[in-house]
């Protein structure tokens, strides 16, 4: 298929890997953050497989920085998260959660600190630009917000070390997990990060310069064809066995950090105040009446992810619903996440669920249903 195949028009976004992705076999695109991702290189079950034997190269453009700089930037994006970011060097990265006034989960990003007074949040799929720039009109802080040129990939599977060694030399692999650095490769200014949405050993190469688009993608595919790498997508497989959020899917603006068991992403004892503080220590003091859960669904593999929410019954009584599902191949499972009642959220709890195909069995398990101490990401 040709670029010009693909479009809605000029109000959804292209990244500057957009015509790479169409020329190495993209064939199906969905639209995050107002921009275009590649969701299809064929069979996402082959995808799946490169990414855990060998590595995968992920337009993720999509993930859009937004920009905080200022004298008062540090004090401000503090405001923005529960998490205590009083030790996070520059450096180093962390993952947050971006809360409303209710507490309510409005994205889950990696923030990125590159300066003293110099953050990016790298984002999951909602528009906190606005939301940030609408905080800072009455916060009467000295900040900046904005949204600079900047175009991740992600580089993700057990080989891509070898691939960044190949490309940048030796110094990338002391690289820590969740650390990040300012590097070039050929003239291309880019930062590199030790970290992806894949629990899988993987970098994100960040292009400050959308020109370079084309040249960068290239060079990193010719640079990992020794290694097995492939053009590929984010894996709805690889990161729902991980136990990964995809926001609006297994998060939204209703949910809150407890629900989903992310009580370390919240420090309600720091002195800095943040948005959503009081109604995160009402919830906390209250419990929740819902939690997020791992299943295993019975049945013939499913085809793909689910693309609507399935209904969740217990003797007939709805408890909740099914977020993400998907068969794993490697499990030989079809594994699902889920939000469920907590009365029915205990290990080994038997429920119903109603598919497109039907009602089947499923039962509660442990989450995430691979790798839980994050063992390969982290190595």
């Known amino acids: ?35 275009y991702i590649p969701r299809d290189f064929g069979d996402p079950e082959q995808n799946f497989w490169t990414l855990v034997n060998d590595a995968i190269l992920c337009d993720v453009a999509v993930e859009r920085q937004v920009e905080i700089t200022g004298p008062d930037a540090a004090h401000f994006v503090q405001m923005l998260t529960p998490r205590d970011l009083s030790k996070m060097a520059v450096g180093q990265c962390k993952y947050v959660l971006i809360t409303n006034a209710e507490g309510g989960i409005l994205n889950d990003p990696i923030l990125l600190r590159l300066a003293e007074n110099h953050f990016w ?17 009455h916060a009467g802080l000295d900040v900046t917000i904005g949204e600079p040129d900047v175009s991740p990939l992600q580089l993700q599977g057990p080989r891509s070390g070898e691939i960044m060694q190949a490309l940048f030399g030796d110094s990338i692999l002391d690289l820590k997990y969740y650390w990040h650095r300012e590097l070039e490769l050929d003239g291309i200014p880019l930062l590199v990060s030790r970290t992806g949405w894949s629990s899988e050993l993987g970098y994100e190469i960040y292009l400050r310069d959308s020109t370079h688009g084309d040249a960068l993608w290239e060079r990193i595919m010719a640079a990992g064809m020794a290694f097995g790498l492939k053009p590929g997508h984010t894996s709805s497989i690889r990161r729902i066995e991980g136990g990964m ?21 919240v420090d309600l004892d720091m002195e800095a105040e943040f948005i959503g503080k009081a109604a995160l220590r009402r919830i906390r003091d209250q419990g929740v009446s819902r939690i997020q859960v791992g299943v295993i669904v019975d049945g013939a593999p499913m085809k793909g992810p689910n693309t609507t929410f399935w209904p969740i019954s ?7 619903k099914v977020t993400s599902a ?3 191949p490697r499990l030989e499972r079809n594994i699902a996440l889920a939000m469920v009642a907590v ?7 038997e429920v119903d669920i109603m598919t497109p195909s039907g009602l089947v069995r499923a039962t509660v ?7 839980p101490k994050k063992k390969l990401a982290a190595a």
Do not use: C
């Open 1 to 35: 298929m040709h670029a010009d195949d693909f479009g809605f028009g000029t109000q959804i976004r292209k990244s500057p890997y957009f015509d790479a992705t169409v020329r190495w076999g993209a064939k199906g695109f969905s639209v995050y953050n107002h921009m």
């Open 121 to 137: 949040i790298s984002l999951a799929d909602s528009d906190i630009l606005l939301w940030a720039q609408g905080v800072a009109v």
């Open 245 to 265: 959020l995809s926001y609006h899917a297994d998060a939204d603006i209703k949910t809150n950090p407890y629900e989903l068991g992310l009580d370390r992403l």
């Open 314 to 320: 217990k003797d007939g009584t709805d408890i909740g």
């Open 326 to 328: 998907v068969y794993s």
């Open 343 to 349: 009365a029915h959220a205990n290990i080994g709890t």
């Open 365 to 371: 398990v442990e989450r995430p249903f691979y790798d």
